[in-house]
């Protein structure tokens, strides 16, 4: 087919295309930043070119008592499938709206419309009106995000941080076994955990093993001091505790309330770290030597470094970006929107290359504090998306590749395994916008004068259990890792040192 012939086919069908448009009023309410009110109405001319079309085609195959299949006239087919053609249309005349106004209109909509399709229905005279609720985008005045001056932690690694990464490791890898004497700091304890408010029983947790540490977080509360409430502890002996409860406790009842948590010490066990011999430098990741496995932990240890860098520049900017982003929230979009913030958080820990433990301290704080931690990353993901926008900022497959690779790396796993589970949980939508604010972030580091600062580890004394102490949705336990399991997502290998 000729150039110029193909040309002419495609501006007939452009011209098709604009004839076909629909003619509507739409009228836009604003009850918050977030949300919009939508009254729609389309044309009493648009309504019967639909209904015409959906005739047409129906004509030919028209099956109507005593005619010959195709041969009943219009109008008797019309009355007879009034209803089922009107159905038909409304369905057509309803998605095709909803994406011209997706085109046309300003806002940018991050949820489906909410639409009572049963309050719907096409007149048999007049304009066809329909109305629907959405979230969308909120407007703002974008800041100026170019030679921002930002705090940036920096460190070179010496051989005293790789040792105390390796003990940190081996602690993983190591073997509990049991201790008569009292418990002491590092040591680890299987107890029974009972908690109480007002004298009544909210949750129990039979036979938890929990490393002795400053701090015990739960999803919904710290215990400060848990290491000196159970100093000295022997097995069949209890100690008890009291936990404020969060305000984003899933048990609205006692919100920000005091409860009483009990602990019947089963057990105290301590830890025998394994030997770094040829056979187990092989198990641990197939490491040559103990240069090589030194070598892998000093990569992890950079990404992690890498990781606070972002958090704290992602922190600056963020502060300066948000300055003037005072909207209001609606509360149903947090509460959908706080676990897909909390997997992206966890995510970006994994591909971090943190342990299990870190991670659950970390998640374990995002839970505590999920309304105003989900409402600060909206905001920020706003922010960034609108800079991603700007700059035709876009994550590419091969940015896919690399974070399934290095998550990956740190879960023991297979990429084809980890990126099957990330689209079965619906989270690729996710890891896309994780992607595309690390790339906003460093093209507005590229644009940024930096102020170095010493960077120093935060000292891993918080022991986090997934468990809502104080009742509620949610308060039952999500199983911890095995120790199988955790030896495999925490095993580092030459593969992360490459990442």
């Given at each position: ?148 001056k930002l705090d940036r932690p920096v460190r070179d690694f010496t051989d005293q941080d790789i040792d ?85 406790a899933p048990n609205e009842d006692i919100r920000g309330k005091s409860i009483e948590v009990d602990f019947e010490i089963l057990e105290v066990k ?230």
């Amino acid at each position: 087919m000729a150039v110029d012939e193909q040309n002419d086919i495609n501006s007939e069908e452009e011209e098709v295309s604009e004839e076909i448009k629909l003619q509507l009023d739409v009228q836009v309410e604003n009850p918050s930043a977030c949300e919009r009110h939508v009254t729609v109405t389309i044309s009493r001319e648009d309504v019967d070119r639909y209904l015409d079309n959906a005739f047409t085609e129906m004509m030919p195959a028209a099956n109507v008592p005593g005619f010959r299949i195709g041969r009943a006239p219009r109008k008797l087919v019309e009355s007879r499938h009034k209803k089922e053609i009107g159905e038909q249309i409304k369905g057509s005349l309803l998605m095709d709206s909803l994406g011209q106004i997706s085109e046309e209109q300003k806002f940018v909509a991050i949820s489906e419309p909410e639409l009572n399709l049963d309050a719907v229905e096409v007149p048999d005279e007049g304009p066809m009106t329909f109305e629907f609720d959405i979230e969308v985008r909120p407007d703002f005045d974008m800041p100026k995000w170019k030679g921002l001056k930002l705090d940036r932690p920096v460190r070179d690694f010496t051989d005293q941080d790789i040792d105390q990464q390796l003990e940190k490791m081996l602690t993983r890898f190591g073997q509990l076994v049991p201790h008569d004497g009292p418990a002491g700091e590092g040591d680890y304890l299987t107890v029974n955990i009972v908690s109480t408010f007002d004298g009544k029983q909210l949750t129990s947790d039979e036979e938890r093993v929990l490393r002795i540490r400053e701090t015990l977080s739960f999803r919904d509360g710290r215990l400060e001091g848990f290491g000196k409430l159970v100093e000295g502890a022997k097995a069949g002996e209890h100690r008890s505790g009291t936990v404020e409860l969060t305000d984003s406790a899933p048990n609205e009842d006692i919100r920000g309330k005091s409860i009483e948590v009990d602990f019947e010490i089963l057990e105290v066990k301590r830890l025998k770290l394994p030997e770094l011999t040829e056979e187990f430098l092989e198990e641990m990741g197939g490491f040559e030597s103990e240069e090589k496995l030194r070598e892998a932990i000093l990569a992890n240890l950079g990404r992690q470094l890498e990781y606070e860098q972002q958090q704290k520049i992602r922190g600056q900017i963020t502060d300066t970006l948000t300055a003037s982003a005072d909207w209001e929230l609606p509360p149903g979009l947090l509460k959908r929107q706080s676990a897909r913030e909390l997997e992206r958080a966890v995510m970006e820990l994994r591909r971090s290359g943190f342990s299990e433990a870190e991670i659950r301290v970390r998640e374990n704080q995002l839970q505590q504090n999920s309304a105003a931690s989900t409402a600060q990353g909206l905001k920020e993901h706003f922010i960034l998306e609108r800079v991603a926008e700007e700059a035709s900022i876009e994550a590419e497959e091969g940015d896919f590749e690399k974070e399934i690779f290095l998550i990956a790396s740190q879960s023991g796993e297979s990429p084809r395994r980890v990126r099957a589970q990330i689209e079965k949980r619906g989270l690729m939508d996710v890891l896309q916008n994780q992607i595309l604010e690390r790339k906003v972030l460093e093209l507005v580091q590229s644009e940024a004068k930096f102020n170095d600062q010493p960077y120093e580890p935060e000292p891993l004394n918080v022991e986090a259990v997934h468990l809502a102490v104080g009742g509620g949705e949610g308060a039952a336990s999500i199983p911890d890792a095995t120790v199988e399991e955790e030896e495999a997502a925490e095993k580092p290998t030459e593969e992360t040192a490459k990442a």
